[in-house]
T-cell receptor, first 116, second 113 residues
Framework: DTEVTQTPKHLVMGMTNKKSLKCEQH?????MYWYKQKAKKPPELMFV???????INESVPSRFSPECPNSSLLNLHLHALQPEDSALYLC???????????????FGPGTRLTVL | QQQVKQSPQSLIVQKGGISIINCAYE??????FPWYQQFPGKGPALLIA?????SEKKEGRFTISFNKSAKQFSLHIMDSQPGDSATYFC????????????FGGGTRLMVKP
């Protein structure tokens, strides 16, 4: 099973709202990722958690706040977003460096976020 | 700086034809090259992947050809079907930088019936 689940599928929020995106995997992966994808563009890496610790933050604005409550869950807290933040937000997971086999990333279906 | 260059940006192929997508890279730290297929409104799905010590890998109708000396690799879709119509991304993993992926710009494939 290579399934990564994300909720909600769609989210519409105003610029003053606070919302959260959720991601879950039960593959025993120890690395989890948040990507942002604009239309007709490749995914852009935002954050990486490795063994539940934030290992990479690709200079993402503080209005995006990641959280990794445990090895299976990853959240992305959103606050005071701008309309240009509207995009497909993708979660991915992998075994992580040092894990078995190739460290292949598996993506979830994404959350389509619209900021009004 | 785009480290993985993908071409063409879009491709139209007749049903039953061969679709070919090319990627080129510069960074010799890249050590694993996956291809992802993405349908509209969905997340990228791993299609096939190759390591640079292998020149070719085939899975069903999908084949990766890899030229290490030229730093180029390509995806061939044989007997292309309308259901293959999607966006394809090549990627390269940097084993010296936490296994981070660098994506190509993507190719939108349309297979006409």
């Amino acid at each position: 099973d290579t399934e990564v689940t994300q909720t909600p599928k769609h989210l519409v929020m105003g610029m003053t709202n606070k919302k959260s995106l959720k991601c879950e995997q039960h593959m025993g992966h120890r690395a989890m990722y948040w990507y942002k994808q604009k239309a007709k563009k490749p995914p852009e890496l935002m954050f990486v958690y490795s063994y539940e610790k934030l290992s990479i933050n690709e200079s993402v604005p503080s209005r995006f706040s990641p959280e990794c409550p445990n090895s299976s869950l990853l959240n992305l807290h959103l606050h005071a977003l701008q309309p240009e933040d509207s995009a497909l937000y993708l979660c991915a997971s992998s075994h992580g460096p040092g894990g078995p086999g190739e460290d292949t990333q598996y993506f979830g279906p994404g959350t389509r976020l619209t900021v009004l | 700086q785009q480290q993985v260059k993908q071409s063409p940006q879009s491709l139209i192929v007749q049903k039953g034809g061969i679709s070919i997508i090319n990627c080129a890279y510069e960074n010799t730290a890249f050590d694993y090259f996956p291809w992802y297929q993405q349908f509209p409104g969905k997340g990228p799905a791993l299609l096939i992947a190759i390591r640079p010590d292998v020149s070719e890998k085939k899975e069903g109708r999908f084949t990766i050809s890899f030229n290490k000396s030229a730093k180029q690799f390509s995806l061939h879709i044989m007997d292309s079907q309308p259901g293959d119509s999607a966006t394809y991304f090549c990627a390269a993993r940097n084993g010296r930088a936490g296994n981070m992926l660098t994506f190509g710009g993507g190719t939108r494939l349309m297979v006409k019936p």
